[in-house]
């Protein structure tokens, strides 16, 4: 009996300990018993039980310990309350933000997803079911009191979960317009791939740039009206120009950068006719050599066939030869005839007849000599010289020359030379009776060889005036030169970079965002887009498309374009009004309350300050997000956590008992 009483005893007093201990032990336990849903009791008991089993421990059953840790538990939370109370706050807490960290929180992950206010209220309605129904069903001592205590916490949890995400979605709205701005984003943007966009080309975005939002972009012009975001702005600017001489010099590579658009047309003419005079010295060199060998011979049936050859080509090209009107062109095909005529006929034992290069090329020297291409005749002999040119390209394309490989070789090398010069100085608009593609660049290339132009006009001359929108063939144009210059030359380098210059250029100055745009769409895009895959490779052409993304982010997006600025004008001026409003309605009611003159004064100036300061501080902040943060920053879903996690203290434990004090 003695013993039966002295255990019942000290069941029912635990060992109290010094007030500093219990006030801790009071925090603690309340703590412990929010952040393991009611279960760090059953927890402890558990684990002193088996530490009991081993050899030297106290012995004491699993129900005996919880008894002892569930007695003292109550009389520390009765001793100090607040603590414990306090305990529960904290506790309840960290376990909520520990499902937020661990990614269980419905509410905070609908928040870190961008989710609106509704989609984040019913999150939180879930986590705060659910938490207080664990907690429940942690608090019961068997299946049916935590079914029971489960069903009870419930609804008590789902309205502590809804009403916190609720008020943190509120209060976080009201802050982030107050000091952070709007984090809208338009419907189909990425935020963060505009602003890497950006950083490849060395140029800030502001949030509203970013984000093509309105509001946002109505709160930057309000600053902008203040006056506040002109250091950003002047940055920018300084950024775009910088970024546009950073393309460029990607674009030029190893070759020299050029100083302005007309530059690069500077030495195109000279390098162009020095192409001319090289074609022209080495294929007549090569062709004087190879037409004096006399072992380079032509059949003697294609040489017959000359007369009918150039008449014929005088039919295609439509060029009728009267005796009357056009007496040297016929003097010419007589010339031809009688000349061709005395080539010797085969017969006997000579069944075929070849004539030596060199003849055929007499007769040209004697068309040339005899009848010059002047007056009314003109066209129809130059029509006949361009058919025996013909000829003999057809000649040669058909096997009919005979000679040893490497002359014929050295001759086919003169012929391709000289039809290339004569592409380049005598372009058709026919060749071999078909239209010739190249004419309209051949002739551009032309002319300016031949006419003294300046850079600024060559330039006009070959491409026009627009670079969204250049003449007609300019890709051909492109091509042409770029077959002449070479495509590792610095003249060519030079049209590439004037290209780039022009769209994005207006003299030294960078061009406005919005004709940035509209230049390198049309260029890439629209009637350039010919031109710029001869010009750029398909890397550079999807640097350009970044580049003119970035600047259509730079230019406000059209609902966010206040016209007037009224509005952005007269909010200065009514921040002003309400200062002054606030500070009469402080002293006034100072003055009511009963202070004096001097006091109510002071209080009205002391509001006054303090509203001009805080709305000092609010707009240094939005500048602050505006063009430190670009991209808005979902919310972290922690302060939905922290009220619904310190609200849980007025749930009922398992025995009715109000705070969560058990005893």
Do not use: C
């Amino acid at each position: 009996m003695f013993d039966d009483a002295a255990a019942n005893s000290a069941i029912a007093q635990p060992p109290q300990g010094s007030d500093g201990v219990r006030t801790a032990r009071s925090f603690a336990g309340g703590m412990a018993d929010l952040a393991t849903f009611g279960l760090a009791d059953e927890a402890a008991a558990g684990i002193g039980t088996v530490g009991g089993m081993l050899p030297g421990g106290h012995g004491k059953g699993y129900n005996e310990l919880l008894e002892e840790i569930r007695a003292q538990s109550a009389a520390d939370a009765e001793a100090h309350p607040y603590m414990h109370v306090a305990g529960q706050v904290a506790g309840g807490v960290g376990n909520a933000a520990g499902m937020v960290k661990g990614g269980m929180s419905m509410a905070a992950n609908a928040a870190q997803a961008g989710k609106g206010w509704l989609v984040r209220m019913l999150g939180g309605a879930a986590d705060g079911g659910l938490s207080a129904a664990a907690y429940g069903a942690g608090s019961g001592e068997d299946a049916r009191d935590r079914v029971w205590n489960a069903a009870r916490n419930l609804p008590y949890g789902v309205a502590l979960g809804a009403g916190g995400e609720g008020i943190a979605t509120g209060a976080g709205k009201l802050y982030g317009r107050v000091f952070r701005g709007s984090d809208d984003v338009a419907r189909g943007i990425n935020p963060a791939a505009n602003v890497s966009y950006a950083e490849q080309f060395g140029i800030p975005l502001s949030r509203a740039q970013a984000t093509r939002s309105v509001p946002q972009s109505n709160i930057e012009n309000q600053l902008r009206s203040q006056g506040a975001m002109s250091s950003f702005d002047q940055t920018q600017r300084e950024a775009v120009g910088q970024s546009v001489g950073g393309v460029q010099s990607r674009i030029a590579g190893a070759q020299p950068v050029i100083s302005g658009q007309a530059s690069a047309y500077d030495s195109i003419p000279g390098a162009l006719r020095g192409k001319r005079d090289a074609l022209k010295a080495a294929s007549q060199d090569a062709y004087e050599a190879s037409v004096n060998n006399p072992n380079v011979l032509v059949s003697g049936d294609a040489v017959k066939s000359i007369p009918s050859f150039i008449r014929g080509k005088l039919d295609a090209d439509q060029i009728l030869i009267d005796p009357m009107y056009h007496q040297g062109a016929s003097r010419a095909m007589s010339f031809i005839d009688d000349y061709i005529g005395r080539m010797p006929k085969p017969g006997g034992d000579v069944h075929s007849v070849q004539a030596q290069l060199r003849w055929v090329e007499n007769l040209r020297a004697g068309l040339r000599k005899n009848f010059p291409p002047i007056g009314q005749d003109a066209p129809a002999l130059k029509a006949i010289s361009s058919a025996i040119d013909d000829w003999t390209d057809d000649v040669f394309d058909r096997g009919l020359v005979s000679a040893s490989d490497d002359v014929l070789q050295e001759l086919k090398n003169a012929r391709s030379k000289w039809s290339e010069y004569k592409g380049m100085t005598e372009p058709r608009a026919k060749v071999g009776g078909r239209l010739n593609p190249q004419y309209e660049a051949q002739a551009r290339v032309r002319n300016i060889m031949e006419k003294d132009l300046s850079p600024k006009e060559v330039g006009q001359y070959l491409w026009g005036t627009s670079v969204a929108s250049p003449k007609n063939a300019s890709f051909m144009t492109a091509n042409e030169l770029r077959r002449h210059l070479g495509a590792d030359s610095p003249q060519w380098s030079g049209i590439r970079q004037s290209f780039w210059l022009r769209a994005t250029r207006a003299g030294d100055d960078a061009m406005q965002p919005h004709q940035i745009v509209k230049n390198l769409d049309g260029l890439l895009e629209g009637n350039g887009k010919g031109v710029a895959h001869v010009l750029y490779s398909p890397d550079e052409r999807d640097m350009m498309r970044k580049f003119a993304a970035v600047m259509r982010n730079l230019s406000p997006a059209r609902e966010g374009i206040n016209g007037s600025n009224t509005a952005n004008r007269l909010m200065p001026m009514l921040n002003k009004y309400a200062t002054g409003i606030l500070t009469a309605l402080a002293s006034g009611g100072g003055f009511a309350g009963g202070l004096g003159p001097l006091e109510s004064m002071g209080l009205g100036a002391v509001t006054g300050a303090a509203a001009r300061g805080l709305g000092s501080v609010a707009r240094t902040a939005r500048v602050g997000a505006a063009t430190r943060v670009p991209v808005p920053v979902n919310p972290s879903g922690l302060g939905g956590a922290t009220l619904r996690g310190g609200g849980m203290p007025i749930l009922q434990n398992q025995r009715g008992e109000q705070l969560l004090i058990k005893p």
